[in-house]
């Protein structure tokens, strides 16, 4: 099937290039700069001790960036660090660190990458500058628990909450609340020295609030102990799965007797900022801009799109449906948001969200052999396997059935990543450097 304005590009090509547009705005090599110029303007400059550190999947890159800008910009600067992200996602850097450690459970790299960071920020001084580099997976990177609290004891609780199901945001909740580091802390711990704070945030999460990404090192928390308590009982995690250590820290800290996450009223005489500089909402207005260029009518949907990954395919099919009965021209329904997998205990699974929510969608949209669709994270790697995600098209859709391939089977199975790699219809982009959160893009044709 090929789009009539250019019948050289493949539907194939515009589901590519939609998600390429996508990733490119978020690009940490063009973004950072930018954004450095605006926060020390000429003559504003870092002129002493500038500590760089931060964690994510676009840390790395981050980094290598801010590197070359301070090379040309900064002379006077002094630039050291650590930085630390996902392993396979590293860039070249000379003076900051790269730490590559586990993702989405945090392993001993990422703790000792995360007391270095800490270990360093407290060697801060008045008129030194701190700049965090946070993007995306930087709350397991970030790993550093409390006192009293074992790495181990951290890891079985990070995978108690992935199997649950639990929303991202729940999950982090937890997260700030067992952390030397997140909710705050990094930036309380550079404060509390007379340091300046200039946090850069590449968002993963819905509404793109500091507190949200990576768990927010540097931002004020709205969260609390009670909160935290209240996630884990809500999805039956109670001390058969949850560590007693876990459970005893955040018990004593709704009794008062733990220090709360960094609240604004802590800030009030602090230099901390946070500065947004790549959102998902971004993404999807690159990747509308170009599908409106290939002829394609674009309706954003939105980036805070949730929910179970099947489920959200089914809604989607139907939102589809809709549109389609009242179009008279190609559309493009274009969406972020990260959905969740529950697994059900005893099942292993392969791939992640992304391709379960295309598998879905495929499977209820049996009536639209034109619908094709994509659904990839902007990171590069879809849950448990090395692909972005999935695609497919009306070609796709008949190989699948020639190959007498069952979409429920696979389904039930959760090995979404099978179905596809079956049919060579994976997205393999390898890391991207970046991570705006997942993309999804639906293309309607007459």
Known sequence: MTQLNNPSITIEDILKNAFAAAVAVADPQIIVPQYLAKIFPAGQEPKGKCLVVGAGKASASMASALETYAK???PQASIEGVVLTRYGHSSPTTH????????????????????????????????DVLIALVSGGGSSLLTLPVEGISIEDMRKTTEALLRSGAPIEEMNVVRKHLSAILGGNLARVASARGARVEA????DVTGDSPADIASGP??????????????????GLNQEVIPASVLNHLKQGLAGEKPETLKDIDLVDAQVSNHVIATAY???????????AMGYEP???????????????????????????????????????????????????????????????????????????????????DGSEKNAGAWFDGVIRKAGQSEKLAPQTFLAAHDCYGFFAELGALVETGPTLTNVNDFRIILLNK
């Open 282 to 292: 971004k993404s999807l207005e690159a990747a509308a801009n170009y599908v409106l």
């Open 299 to 381: 309706i954003v949907l939105g980036d805070t799109i949730t929910g179970e990954a099947q489920e959200v395919g089914i809604a989607h099919a139907q939102l589809a449906r809709e549109h389609f009965s009242k179009a008279d021209k190609p559309l493009a329904l274009i969406s972020g948001g990260e959905c969740t997998v529950t697994i059900p205990a005893g099942i292993k699974g392969r791939g992640g969200r992304c391709s379960e929510y295309l598998l879905s969608l495929l499977a209820a949209s049996a009536d639209m052999p034109n619908l094709a669709a994509l659904a990839a994270d902007t990171d590069g790697i």
């Open 72 to 74: 040309a910009h900064w």
């Open 218 to 235: 540097c931002a004020a928390d709205y969260s609390t102990y009670l909160d935290a308590l209240n996630i884990l009982e809500s999805h």
């Open 96 to 127: 900051i660190q790269i730490v590559e450690a586990g993702h989405p459970v945090p392993d001993q790299a990422g703790m000792d990458g995360a007391k270095a960071i800490l270990n360093l920020a407290t060697q801060l001084q008045v008129g």
């Open 200 to 203: 850069l945030l590449i968002s």
